[in-house]
């Protein structure tokens, strides 16, 4: 503990001397978070990420989360240094939609609006019409149904089968998951519920549709938390990264938070309810990013590539205000 707290003044000051700021995703540890509150930064969902990294006057953001929310810091403020605590804290979902098949695909279907989740690479949403987050994504799938375009979606399949349910667009699939939410279980769920029948379960949409179904609120991070401030169980059962409790119990202090079942052993379940790439972004790794920068921990994207993906960011900053 002693050694965290002098990480913790050392990362402070080096903030400082950079003019730098920490800007943190809800399924980063606690501690993280944490930090990234005390020091004037964000703790956010990728929405909000984006959008605080782009409009903080900082010189340098070291972005805690992984790589494609750096990456997306980097699209938005070219002129700003991008750090990450590792360069090696990927995704499911961006590294199971490689950009060249994934253009393969938008190449066999030229009559469909390409909509793309942001949990991708610059090569994807460079190759995209619009790039959504799991907050705003069912309202602009909604007004393109609405114009009546036809869309592609990218990658995560269940996120797709939700918003495609809801909203009867005509939409074909990527097939990708996330590691995180793919493996909850609705048996499971449903015998937990047995024994907590007061308790809400609050399920993000990466979950699979048996454990969506079961949800009494379905949403991005930020809105389950929002859930979890507004209904008025006092126990919650809940479908997403374990990060998430920090926020969700720093707001309702007296509220019981449980994460939802997993497999739960080790053969069969590699996440268990946190993000092994989230988990990579620890006190020693943000420090040495701040000190050293350098080829492990600055973000560079492809000009061109990222010139082609700033418009579907834009795009998406634009239309959730
Ligand atoms: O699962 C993720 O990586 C999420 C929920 C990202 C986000 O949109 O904040
Ligand atoms: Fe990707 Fe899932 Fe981790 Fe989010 S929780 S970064 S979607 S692997």
């Given amino acids: 503990d002693e050694q965290k707290a002098e990480y913790k003044a050392r990362i402070k000051q080096l903030l400082q001397d950079n003019n730098a700021v920490l800007v943190a995703h809800y399924y980063t540890d606690p501690e993280i978070q944490a930090l990234a509150e005390e020091t004037g930064g964000c703790v956010a969902d990728s929405l909000e990420m984006a959008r605080f990294g782009r409009d903080h006057d900082a010189d340098t953001l070291i972005v805690a989360g992984v790589r494609f929310m750096g990456e997306t810091a980097k699209i938005l403020t070219p002129h700003k240094t991008v750090l990450m605590p590792t360069l090696k804290a990927e995704c499911s979902l961006d590294l199971g939609c490689p950009p060249d098949k994934f253009a393969e695909f938008c190449d066999q279907h030229p009559d469909r609006t390409v909509v793309v989740y942001a949990n991708t690479s610059a090569a994807v949403k460079a190759r995209a019409d619009w790039v959504v987050t799991s907050s705003m994504a069912l309202e602009l799938v909604e007004h393109l149904d609405s114009q009546g375009e036809k869309i592609l979606w990218g990658p995560d399949r269940h996120l797709g089968s939700y918003i495609q349910k809801q909203t009867g667009a005509d939409m074909v699939m990527w097939q990708g998951a996330c590691v995180v939410h793919d493996e909850f279980k609705a048996k499971a769920l449903r015998d937990m519920k047995k024994l907590h029948p007061e308790a809400a379960i609050l399920v993000h949409p990466?979950?699979?549709?048996?454990?969506?179904?079961?949800?009494?609120?379905?949403?991005?991070?930020?809105?389950?938390?929002?859930?979890?401030?507004?209904?008025?169980?006092?126990t919650f059962i809940v479908a997403t990264d374990r990060g998430i409790f920090y926020k969700m119990q720093q707001l309702q202090p007296n509220k019981t938070f449980l994460e939802a079942p997993t497999a739960g052993n080790g053969a069969t379940c590699r996440s268990c309810a946190h993000c092994p790439w989230?988990?990579?972004?620890?006190?020693?790794?943000?420090?040495?990013?701040l000190e050293h920068g350098g080829e492990q921990h600055e973000i560079h994207v492809d000009p061109q590539l990222a010139k082609e993906a700033m418009i579907p960011l834009d795009r998406m900053l634009a239309f959730k205000k």
């Fill in 206 to 234: 990466e979950s699979p549709q048996n454990i969506v179904e079961m949800a009494d609120a379905v949403g991005s991070t930020s809105q389950l938390i929002k859930a979890s401030q507004t209904l008025p169980n006092e």
């Fill in 278 to 289: 989230m988990a990579m972004n620890g006190l020693v790794a943000i420090a040495e990013a």
